[in-house]
């Protein structure tokens, strides 16, 4: 059953699909290397990429030798895919209630994915149902704003200004499974093995042309931060903008802005 937070993710991103390659995607694509190499995909190995949005994790598996399949709950990011990468599988369907036998894939890889869906415990739980015996689950997820300068400046640029209650599906946390440990326990609960997880916290470089480009970027290319913000007042949005831009230019850099962004990469095996 769609809830109002499916249905509000899933209108998002059939909305601003063919903007995520030139916004998010220097960003989220750094991550990529680390999140292979720490599940160990390898030449030969099926791997499942789940919320593969335009399909860059399948992409970067099979440049190793593996064979993905990338799944989205997006029409739109799959027709994406497909035009990018078509001699790769996309296939349209939900993380949280997988359409494949169990014990099907060697790995199960989420880019990000976790935070889009309104159970992540569950699309966990169906990782591990898939995964056959001994393999490996990884994927990433925003570290908090204590240890993500970027996050930081939007995370503290909010609190400050917006109005919080403006009627928005509830979701996942923003930070989702920030500490090792209660990801830790989560993980086991799905029924992965808890004493095989690695959880590295990894940092990159985000270059944006002007300060004025993560707001933008939120606001036109996101989903649930655009939500917010398309419900503020007009001086409550300006505000927001001007404390983004203040906190962003103490990150120039010549004709840029060269702003840090951390990230979580957590991998655990199955029992």
């Known amino acids: ?77 799959i027709s994406i895919a497909k035009a990018m990468f078509p001699e790769i599988s996309f296939t349209q369907g939900d993380a949280q209630n997988l359409p494949f036998d169990g014990c099907s894939f060697d790995r199960v890889l989420i880019n990000f994915g976790l935070l889009h869906v309104s159970h992540p415990e569950q699309a966990c739980a169906e990782a591990c149902r898939v995964l056959k015996l001994g393999g490996n689950f990884g994927f990433t997820v925003w570290a908090g704003p204590e240890r ?38 989560i993980l086991e609960c799905a029924g992965f093995d808890g004493d095989s997880m690695t959880y590295k916290t990894r940092t990159v470089e985000w270059h944006l042309p002007d300060a004025g480009f993560y707001f933008e970027a939120e606001r ?41 962004m951390a990230a979580n990469v957590v991998v655990v095996s199955k029992r």
């Open 220 to 260: 036109n290319a996101g989903v649930r931060t655009a939500g917010l913000l398309a419900r503020q007042s007009p001086d409550a949005s300006k505000a927001i903008r001007i404390a983004l831009e203040n906190g962003i230019k103490q990150y120039a850099r010549g004709y840029e802005f060269v702003l840090p």
């Open 1 to 77: 059953m769609i809830d109002d937070f499916a249905r509000f993710e899933h209108e998002g991103w059939q909305r601003v699909a063919g903007k995520y390659d030139s916004v998010w995607s220097p960003l989220t694509r750094q991550f990529i290397p680390y999140l292979l190499t720490d599940a160990q995909v390898a030449a030969g190995m099926s791997v499942l990429d789940l919320a593969c949005g335009p399909g860059y994790v399948s992409a970067a598996a099979k440049r190793l030798g593996a064979v993905p399949t990338g799944m989205d709950f997006s029409e739109n990011m």
């Open 148 to 185: 993500n300068p970027g996050a930081k400046i939007v995370n503290d640029a909010i609190e400050a200004y917006a109005n919080l209650d403006v009627g928005l599906p509830e979701g996942p946390p923003k930070y989702l499974y920030s500490e090792c440990e209660e990801c830790r326990q």
